[in-house]
């Protein structure tokens, strides 16, 4: 390999070997002979892969491989899709994601998602991580104020909006609501969590501040990323999965360690794709 | 974190559902038994001499000959007065002023209020100031003019609407070919405007078919074939009415000018829909 | 002054022509208004004059042919017929507009929008026809006589209902899909998501609905006339015959005469006020000054 040299602007990378041991690699999620088709088309097409618990994983790969898609398909999103169909086999920790007697709002519960954009409901700050946590049965206000209080503070916003909770939520920053959205769902204590492209709509600044937040989320939560920003993969994943567009449908190419996919690429594509971001 | 109590969500979640279904069985049932009352009696006594005899007896006997073409008056007068006015106002509003001019600002408030209007607080206003101040008497001219006022605003809002699908890429380019603005709205911007203004046609003459407060006391009552514009004529409308509240035993012919009337304006309000959404592509909401 | 080739100049003159020909026409679709408000002034002046405002709420009765002009029992009537309509139609415009959005399989949602369509353009004679012959008997073999404040209320509940539909659906279809799809990946049920999210963002093209429903109700005149027994009273229960306002002018104004007649347009007066403060009301609220 070659040795790599530091992209301008952006800090040189922390040597994997260096990365404090994020858990003992135990799987949590297990994928196998997963495909997606919206109506006749794929979407992606017979992956299996496991997700480690309390891991950072990301999913890397060109735009429109699949890997959004994979990622709704964790929480079973892709209902609200019609005409999506899903084959194949999803348990989160014995559970049967894909079967269809299974409570999937009791799934969503414990398998939270962040979105590409922000998406802070038009409600006070408040009311936007309220109404959830009451919707889950969480009555007592006492107790709501202080998960309240913990989410803003481990998000990091609590100071920034201490003083107007009660002002709608869309009237804030780019990167506070999606900081907002972040505490929305951590609130409501899920085991993991889904991040589609978290970061590729916010400016350079608050990116950074929200990439720092999802580092510290390590060994809390479960998290998979998806990411068109390889730099950023290699900053914060422990673990990659490579998705790539064969014959008309996303495959899983490689997947494995940070380090392995990429220091030693083992599939021709993963080394084109991976030095490709080393131009 | 804090444990989080399980709580039955399926309850309320079978009452919302439960509740969603009941309101709309609820509303289509309601919708059916309207509708099928009126063409269940009425439908008999539709015939092609009913269409086009004028009525006898007070209306208990004969047909709507003389309504119908009164009623065709009517609509006539309204839209003859009321489209080129509310083509020049739509265009002006569209065109020819900013949305924060203060011109344009008071014309469309007045506009929005004039759409709230009661339809009576039209006939009252007609009455006061076409039969009375004009001296046009109880006539179908007073009534096509009570009508065009009142159908004005919806007319001008799809005509304005239609003057804005138009891409603002034609004026750039007809003002970069040094074209003067009566030529471009005559060569360029009417003709694609054109679904609008039919739609805004549409709609008016649904609102000034279906009218009758309006009408009572602008056009008047009279049955007899019209001789003139300055006849009195009953509407179609202002005839179910008449027959159902002061003739008694004039049911039978009050549910086929009924039928008559609800099949006209579903034909109106339909074309109104297929023409918005296939020329003008947008959905015009009919209220 | 620059000179201009002639041909230039002419063009010049159709232009400003063409303008000020629009502003004419313009001038008159937006003095309508004012005029409507002129001659009901002017109409109701005598009567304002000899008689006064007060004595329109104080006189014992309404008994314009012996000088007694009390409109309270006619203002009840339409505040009651108007209020029980929109209570009664607001939830069912809005669960039907739900309904369309989020309950209903796509092959009943579409033909269940063109029904409502359909609702709205069925005019109000008709309603107030079948309300005669069908709604009122019925009524009256409950609890006679039949033409009361209660068939008025259905009858108008029916009229609003696609009113308030039509534009509640409208306000749904504005409602950004990011919204749905970040309450569903909370795990909030459909109506959780519904009551939290969907209706607080389209609330204002809901109120906007039920506010024209109200403006709507307020107006009617036909049906409530020819279903509500036209008695000038206060209702003292659901199954009393009312009169409205509306309906008093459409009854009166064929033989008024005086200040009978001025006193019809007084009425017309105050209809015009309430529709003036609905449409600022409308107004309010579409400027999003309504926060939950």
């Not at chain 3, 709205?120 to 309603?127: L, Q, T």
Request: positive net charge; glycine residues 10%; aromatic residues 8%.
């Amino acid at each position: 390999m070659r040795p790599s040299t530091p992209i301008p602007g952006i800090q040189p990378w922390v040597s994997l070997e260096e990365r404090p041991a994020c858990c003992v690699p135990k799987p949590l999620i297990d994928v196998d002979q997963l495909s997606l088709h919206y109506g006749q088309k794929p979407a992606f097409h017979n992956v299996t892969l496991s997700i480690n618990q309390g891991c950072i994983t990301a999913l890397v790969g060109p735009s429109g491989c699949g890997k959004t898609s994979f990622l709704t398909s964790l929480n079973r999103l892709t209902d609200l899709i019609p005409g999506c169909r899903l084959s194949g086999r999803i348990l989160l920790d014995g559970l049967d994601v894909l079967a269809p007697h299974t409570d999937v709002i009791r799934l969503r519960r414990r398998v939270g998602m962040i979105f590409q954009k922000p998406n802070p409901f038009p409600l006070s700050i408040w009311k936007n991580l309220e109404f959830p946590l009451r919707e889950h049965g969480l009555r007592d206000r006492e107790q709501i104020a202080i998960n309240i209080q913990t989410v803003l503070r481990d998000v990091g916003l609590w100071d920034e909006v201490k003083d107007r909770l009660h002002s709608p939520a869309l009237a804030l920053s780019g990167g506070q609501q999606q900081r907002l959205c972040m505490a929305r769902a951590l609130v409501l204590s899920p085991e993991v969590l889904l991040m589609d492209e978290p970061c590729s709509a916010l400016d350079p600044l608050s990116s950074g501040v929200v990439e720092d937040l999802i580092v510290g989320l390590r060994s809390r939560y479960t998290v998979l990323i998806v990411t068109h920003n390889l730099a950023q993969a290699r900053r914060i994943a422990d673990y990659a999965a490579l998705f790539w567009v064969q014959n008309g449908a996303g495959q899983l190419i490689e997947a494995g360690t940070a380090k392995q996919i990429f220091e030693e690429p083992r599939d021709p594509l993963t080394a084109a794709y991976v030095s490709g971001m080393r131009g | 974190m804090v444990k989080m109590m399980e709580r039955n969500l399926d309850g309320r979640e079978l009452l919302a559902s439960t509740l969603v279904w009941s309101a709309v069985a609820l509303v289509t049932a309601t919708f059916c038994w309207l509708l099928g009352d009126i063409i269940w009696h009425a439908l008999s006594h539709i015939t092609w001499t009913f269409l086009t005899t004028p009525p006898r007896n007070a209306g208990r006997e004969g047909g709507i000959g003389s309504i119908l073409i009164s009623t065709t008056l009517i609509l006539g007068v309204c839209l003859g007065v009321s489209v080129p006015i509310g083509l020049g106002t739509a265009v002006l509003l569209a065109e020819f002023t900013t949305d924060d001019s203060l011109f344009g600002r008071l014309t469309r408030r007045s506009l929005d209020v004039l759409s709230g209007v009661p339809s009576i607080v039209f006939g009252l206003f007609g009455n006061a100031f076409f039969c009375k101040t004009l001296g046009l008497g109880f006539s179908i001219l007073s009534g096509g003019l009570t009508l065009a006022c009142m159908v004005l605003p919806i007319l001008i809002r799809s005509t304005e609407e239609g003057f804005r699908a138009v891409p603002t890429g034609y004026r750039l380019s007809a003002a970069a070919l040094g074209l003067s603005r009566t030529t471009t709205l005559v060569h360029l911007l009417l003709p694609a405007a054109v679904p609008g203004l039919l739609v805004g046609l549409v709609l008016g003459m649904g609102r000034a078919i279906a009218e009758t407060a309006a009408l009572i006391f602008t056009s008047g009552y009279v049955d007899r074939m019209p001789e003139s514009l300055l006849d009195s004529g009953r509407a179609l409308s202002i005839h179910i009415f008449d027959l159902s509240m002061n003739v008694p035993g004039g049911d039978a012919n009050a549910y086929a000018s009924a039928l008559v009337l609800v099949v006209l304006l579903l034909a109106i309000n339909g074309t109104a829909s297929w023409l918005a959404e296939h020329w003008l592509r947008r959905r015009i909401v009919t209220i | 002054m620059i000179s201009l080739g002639s041909n230039t100049s002419s063009r010049w003159q159709t232009d400003q022509l063409l303008l000020w020909l629009l502003r004419g026409v313009a001038v008159i679709a937006g003095t309508i208004v004012l005029l409507i408000v002129t001659f009901l002034a002017m109409e109701a002046f005598p009567v304002l004059r000899h008689v006064g405002i007060t004595r329109f709420f104080t006189d014992p009765s309404w008994h314009p042919a012996e000088g007694l002009y009390n409109l309270t029992p006619m203002l009840w009537g339409t505040l009651f017929a108007t209020v029980g309509s929109v209570l009664i139609a607001t939830p069912l415009g809005i669960l039907s507009a739900v309904f369309c959005h989020y309950y209903a399989p796509p092959a009943i949602a579409r033909p269940y929008r063109r029904l409502i369509e359909l609702l709205a353009g069925i005019p109000s004679v008709v309603y107030g026809f079948w309300g005669l012959v069908v709604l009122v008997p019925l009524i009256g073999a409950i609890r006679p006589p039949g033409p009361s404040l209660l068939a008025g209320i259905v009858i108008l509940t029916i009229m609003i209902l696609p009113t308030i539909a039509l534009m509640a659906n409208a306000s749904l279809t504005n409602v950004p899909q990011q919204y749905v799809r970040g309450a569903a990946a909370l795990g909030l049920s459909r109506w959780a998501t519904i009551r939290g999210v969907v209706f607080p963002a389209a609330k204002s093209g809901l109120f906007t609905g039920v506010i024209l429903g109200t403006g709507r109700a307020i107006g009617e005149t036909m049906a409530i006339l020819m279903v509500c027994g036209n008695v000038v009273q206060t209702p003292d229960s659901l199954f009393s015959p009312i009169r409205t306002l509306t309906a008093n002018i459409a009854l009166e104004m064929a033989y008024a005469l005086g200040d009978h007649r001025a006193a019809l347009f007084v009425s017309g007066l105050v209809l015009m006020a309430m529709i003036a403060a609905l449409v600022a009301a409308a107004d309010w609220i579409s400027h999003g000054r309504v926060h939950g």
